[in-house]
């Protein structure tokens, strides 16, 4: 059972989070940011994983802190879903279309957080979410899943369909890597963890 509960509160948010990796794509998303429940429901709907979302946050400042810290929270979930890793795929990659637009993401559950994101956006907000904060949120997934995590909009014009490719991209890149794809759930390192 890959599933995992993370609660993560302070002074600027309230965050909880439930996934399961081998679910069917079935969401409760609320974050507060209308837009963002928009990409988070299709992490979970693409990426076949059940996922909820509950979030409150200082959004009367801004959406920066409720949006890294769903990407912090969620990050954790997954990390501690995965256990060891035992077993699963590690790499994997995905393109994604819509209309004219296309992005690519690349991920590796090395242990290691890092983000490499390289997407422009010519408007600062989308639905009430800042266009800048996208990157803020895989930033922290990668973070704490302790995952590479590599984002490229190769090409688009409408706003909406470039992030909406990102997100369904990095859905179908987190599925994929995270499949148990060896029966004796041999660590996919030479370190022999991950």
Not at 56 to 71: A, C, F, N, P, Q
Not at 148 to 169: C, D, L
Request: aromatic content about 6%; some cysteine; proline content about 2%.
């Amino acid at each position: 059972m890959r599933k995992a509960e993370k609660h993560r509160r302070t002074k600027e948010t309230d965050i909880r989070v439930r996934c399961d990796l081998d679910g069917s794509g079935r969401h409760e998303i609320d974050t507060g940011i209308p837009f963002f429940d928009h990409m988070l429901a299709q992490l979970a709907r693409h990426g076949r994983m059940d996922l909820e979302i509950h979030a409150r946050g200082d959004l009367e400042i801004d959406g920066h802190h409720t949006v890294e810290d769903v990407g912090l929270t969620m990050g954790q979930a997954i990390r501690e879903a995965l256990g060891d890793g035992g077993g699963i795929a590690r790499f994997a990659h995905a393109y994604v279309p819509l209309d004219e637009a296309l992005s690519r993401v690349v991920v590796d559950f090395s242990g290691r957080g890092y983000l490499v994101y390289d997407a422009r956006f010519e408007t600062s907000m989308l639905g009430g979410l800042q266009t800048e904060l996208i990157e803020e949120f895989f930033k922290a997934l990668a973070q704490e899943g302790r995952l590479n995590v590599h984002v490229a909009s190769i090409y688009g014009r409408n706003q909406h369909h470039i992030a909406e490719t990102i997100f369904k991209a990095a859905a179908r890149a987190l599925h994929q890597a995270t499949r148990v794809v060896a029966a004796d759930g041999e660590i996919p390192s030479t370190k022999g963890s991950l």
